[in-house]
């Protein structure tokens, strides 16, 4: 059964921490990992991952692919509190004609406290 | 305006009733989706979209149908709505293997 699990589940941080969120898959014929931050609506896209080691960042935000390992990382340097959101980690699974299936996992719930 | 929107954006109905979320995006996107989220669940899939008259079941798909007449929408019926539907219901859509570009939600009370 493909599956996506994002830990820690929640985090309580102060502004200027940095913060590492983790995602693990088993996922059938892999494509592409998706990172998206969720707050009080719809989710928005942050990066999309298909290559080992090669990092991808966007200001204080970066993140990384292993796919011996089958895990992703999101960084966030130097919090602040407009970070708080709901973080999504999603895989694209090859269905065929171009065109992938997204798993996602459960999220991680990240509390930046003035 | 592009983009993809969502109706109606909030919905209480009885259990038993039948209801329809509508999903339409001016993109011209091929791939549609429709994900539930819950609480410690995050976004699981329901139904997905290839093209017009192209659907499939996702993860979750018991008590939904969908159809695709047209390229731009996708709606979703609950044919008789349960408590267990309770949940807040996105749509999403796609140009194939990138993101995918989400709705604001539509979030359903079933009483």
């Known amino acids: 059964e493909d599956k996506v699990v994002q830990s820690p589940l929640s985090l309580v941080v102060h502004e200027g921490d940095t913060v590492t969120l983790n995602c693990s898959y088993e996922v059938t014929n892999f494509r592409s990992l998706l990172w998206y931050k969720q707050e009080k609506k719809a989710p928005t896209f942050l990066f999309m991952l298909?290559?080992?080691?090669i990092e991808k960042k966007s200001g204080r935000l970066s993140s990384i692919l292993d796919k011996k390992e089958l895990f992703s990382i999101l960084n966030i340097t130097a919090t602040q509190t407009g970070d708080s959101a709901i973080y999504l980690c999603?895989?694209?699974?090859?269905?065929?004609?171009?065109?992938?299936?997204?798993?996602f996992g459960s999220g991680t719930k990240l509390n930046v406290k003035p | 305006d592009a983009g993809i929107t969502q109706s109606p954006r909030y919905k209480i109905t009885e259990t038993g009733r039948q209801v329809t979320l509508m999903c339409h995006q001016t993109?011209?996107?091929?791939?549609m989706f429709w994900y539930r989220q819950d609480l410690g669940h995050g976004l699981r899939l329901i139904y997905y979209s290839a093209a017009a008259d192209i659907t499939d079941k996702g993860e979750v798909p018991d008590g939904y149908v969908v159809s695709r007449s047209k390229t731009e929408n996708f709606p979703l019926t609950l044919e008789s709505a349960t408590r267990s539907q309770t949940s807040v219901y996105f749509c999403a859509s796609g140009a194939g293997v990138g993101e995918l570009f989400f709705g604001e939600g539509s979030r359903l009370t079933v009483l």
């Open positions: 999603a895989v694209g699974a090859f269905v065929g004609n171009n065109f992938n299936k997204f798993y």
């Open positions: 993109w011209s996107h091929s791939y």
């Open positions: 298909t290559s080992s080691g």
